[in-house]
């Protein structure tokens, strides 16, 4: 099997994103319902939407701040769910 990775990544506004991955297969993911979910003050400050559409592709994932504060894994992005 291929390794599955993200291609594109948009911010949708609302604390979700629009996430195209390596398969062709696009998924809309709402972050901040994990993040309201599980609070975290590495979490939090997310919830801030400047903070949150400064989000990067890095390795294939969608990652926010510099040390990769938030980070999801792939298969949980890929069908559409956080947990």
Request: with cysteine; glycine share 6%.
């Amino acid at each position: 099997m291929e390794r599955l990775f993200i291609t594109k990544a948009e911010n949708m506004g609302n604390l979700t994103v629009c996430l195209t991955f390596s398969d062709n297969t696009v998924q809309t993911v709402d972050i901040g319902e994990f993040i309201r979910r599980h609070p975290h003050p590495q979490y939090n400050k997310y919830l801030d939407p400047r903070k949150f559409s400064r989000f990067t592709i890095e390795n294939g994932n969608i990652v926010w701040g510099k040390n990769w504060d938030l980070i999801f894994p792939m298969e949980q992005l890929h069908a559409g769910t956080v947990v």
